[in-house]
């Protein structure tokens, strides 16, 4: 899986759109034209979009910061577009038409929106801020030396576990691939299974574990995991399938915890932004863990995705989406703080605004948010969909035990390589 395409399925989806002009709404409605009711002096009209966040108050602050906005610039109206259901599909199908929102949210950066001149450099707008941001949000919105987006949060996903489970059953903090396995298969009784990933039994393990043994996904536009580290680490992934100590079709997938806040699992695979839920559910009865290296010598990993902003580059108000852009996502701290602490846990991308995030600067928030900073892996701009999805299929195959792991390997990298080829031209 891609990271945007996963948290796109974690969110419960609402719709519709309201109009915000000199700091007032004055209409909504899922077809809003945007130039309806503009008056007021607004010369010009943006349409925002955001993916439907499923955590409580994310679109009525959305529609705050557009208020904010739009009475400091009172000759820009804003339209706060909430998508509902497939996000990432109805966007990329609206950009090819004249319907194309000004700014929009995306998931895991894609470089071909860059390449392809769908979206504008936006280097002049961070300004000072820019050495502000973590390297993670700056390095994952280059191409070919320019930045094309803002990051607005870093979603960490890592291990949750349950605390007394693992006491009770003698059985220490996994460190290793093989402790993980062992953990999760000694967890597992008639009452439920030890480990829950998602409800296919993958979920981001493939990724994870090529990772985790020092293997790459994409490197300068080149396939990496058709590696021999890759391959080991991928093949390791069926001993958890053999042991039947997966969770797998549960009521709601690896991105909600209520598994493990259920005591249906004892560990799960899940996000930062779960932790209140956790908490609530848990109390401090729960640690979280990176993805253990795959074996002595590995490296530990931290899945960080998050959402970014953009600005249309075939727009007709590009200067005003940009003005936007940088009022909101580089100007507003107090806004940016607001966005990643208040609905659901999420890490600020800039490295000031983190420190003053408070609910994240102790317990498990802050070791989550150290983990990300040490582990912490992104995936790369060229991880789209036709590339993700063969190395999935392969690697569903070679977890489950179907057909020869080096050849299903070599084929998904020579198809990736193809779509990426693709992709830059």
């Given at each position: 899986?891609?990271?945007?395409?996963?948290?796109?399925?974690?969110?419960?989806?609402?719709?519709?759109?309201?109009?915000?002009?000199?700091?007032?709404?004055?209409?909504?409605?899922?077809?809003?034209?945007?130039?309806?009711?503009?008056?007021?002096?607004?010369?010009?009209?943006?349409?925002?979009?955001?993916?439907?966040?499923?955590?409580?108050?994310?679109?009525?602050?959305?529609?705050?910061?557009?208020?904010?906005?739009?009475?400091?610039?009172?000759?820009?109206?804003?339209?706060?577009?909430?998508?509902?259901?497939?996000?990432?599909?109805?966007?990329?199908?609206?950009?090819?038409?004249?319907?194309?929102?000004?700014?929009?949210?995306?998931?895991?950066?894609?470089?071909?929106?860059?390449?392809?001149?769908?979206?504008?450099?936006?280097?002049?707008?961070?300004?000072?801020?820019?050495?502000?941001?973590?390297?993670?949000?700056?390095?994952?919105?280059?191409?070919?030396?320019?930045?094309?987006?803002?990051?607005?949060?870093?979603?960490?996903?890592?291990?949750?576990?349950?605390?007394?489970?693992?006491?009770?059953?003698?059985?220490?903090?996994?460190?290793?691939?093989?402790?993980?396995?062992?953990?999760?298969?000694?967890?597992?009784?008639?009452?439920?299974?030890?480990?829950?990933?998602?409800?296919?039994?993958?979920?981001?393990?493939?990724?994870?574990?090529?990772?985790?043994?020092?293997?790459?996904?994409?490197?300068?536009?080149?396939?990496?995991?058709?590696?021999?580290?890759?391959?080991?680490?991928?093949?390791?992934?069926?001993?958890?399938?053999?042991?039947?100590?997966?969770?797998?079709?549960?009521?709601?997938?690896?991105?909600?915890?209520?598994?493990?806040?259920?005591?249906?699992?004892?560990?799960?695979?899940?996000?930062?932004?779960?932790?209140?839920?956790?908490?609530?559910?848990?109390?401090?009865?729960?640690?979280?863990?990176?993805?253990?290296?795959?074996k002595a010598g590995g490296t530990p990993v931290v899945r960080v995705g998050g959402w970014?902003?953009?600005?249309?580059?075939?727009?007709?108000?590009?200067?005003?989406?940009?003005?936007?852009?940088?009022?909101l996502w580089i100007q507003q701290t107090d806004l940016q703080k607001d966005w990643a602490?208040?609905?659901?846990?999420?890490?600020?991308?800039?490295?000031?605004?983190?420190?003053?995030?408070?609910?994240?600067?102790?317990?498990?928030?802050?070791?989550?948010?150290?983990?990300?900073?040490?582990?912490?892996?992104?995936?790369?701009?060229?991880?789209?969909?036709?590339?993700?999805?063969?190395?999935?299929?392969?690697?569903?195959?070679?977890?489950?035990?179907?057909?020869?792991?080096?050849?299903?390997?070599?084929?998904?990298?020579?198809?990736?390589?193809?779509?990426?080829?693709?992709?830059?031209?």
């Open positions: 899986m891609s990271a945007h395409r996963t948290e796109l399925s974690r969110r419960r989806f609402l719709g519709g759109s309201l109009m915000i002009v000199a700091g007032a709404a004055v209409t909504t409605g899922c077809s809003t034209d945007p130039n309806a009711g503009a008056s007021s002096g607004a010369k010009t009209t943006l349409n925002v979009w955001y993916h439907a966040y499923g955590e409580a108050g994310t679109q009525q602050a959305a529609l705050r910061y557009a208020t904010a906005f739009t009475k400091a610039h009172p000759d820009i109206a804003v339209k706060v577009t909430w998508v509902p259901g497939d996000y990432s599909g109805k966007l990329n199908a609206t950009l090819l038409t004249d319907a194309a929102p000004d700014v929009f949210e995306i998931g895991d950066f894609s470089e071909s929106l860059a390449r392809r001149g769908q979206i504008a450099a936006l280097d002049e707008i961070y300004g000072s801020a820019r050495s502000d941001f973590n390297a993670n949000a700056i390095g994952g919105v280059g191409v070919d030396g320019k930045l094309y987006g803002v990051k607005m949060i870093d979603d960490v996903m890592m291990l949750y576990f349950r605390k007394s489970a693992l006491s009770r059953a003698g059985i220490a903090p996994p460190t290793t691939f093989d402790e993980l396995a062992a953990a999760a298969r000694a967890l597992t009784a008639k009452s439920g299974k030890g480990l829950f990933l998602g409800n296919g039994g993958l979920g981001d393990s493939p990724i994870l574990a090529v990772r985790s043994n020092g293997g790459d996904l994409v490197t300068d536009g080149k396939v990496a995991f058709g590696s021999p580290q890759a391959l080991e680490a991928l093949t390791g992934l069926r001993r958890l399938h053999e042991d039947k100590s997966l969770l797998l079709g549960f009521t709601t997938d690896w991105w909600d915890p209520s598994a493990l806040n259920q005591n249906v699992v004892p560990m799960q695979w899940c996000g930062l932004w779960a932790m209140p839920a956790v908490k609530t559910a848990l109390g401090e009865d729960f640690g979280v863990l990176p993805w253990p290296a795959f970014t902003s953009c600005v249309n580059a075939k727009s007709r108000n590009v200067d005003a989406a940009k003005k936007f852009v940088q009022w602490e208040s609905y659901g846990f999420h890490v600020p991308p800039r490295t000031s605004v983190a420190a003053g995030a408070a609910k994240l600067t102790d317990g498990a928030a802050k070791e989550a948010v150290e983990l990300a900073a040490k582990y912490g892996k992104s995936n790369p701009g060229t991880w789209d969909t036709a590339v993700s999805s063969v190395f999935s299929a392969a690697a569903a195959k070679i977890a489950a035990g179907q057909g020869d792991p080096a050849g299903l390997l070599a084929d998904a990298v020579r198809q990736a390589q193809g779509a990426i080829d693709k992709q830059r031209g």
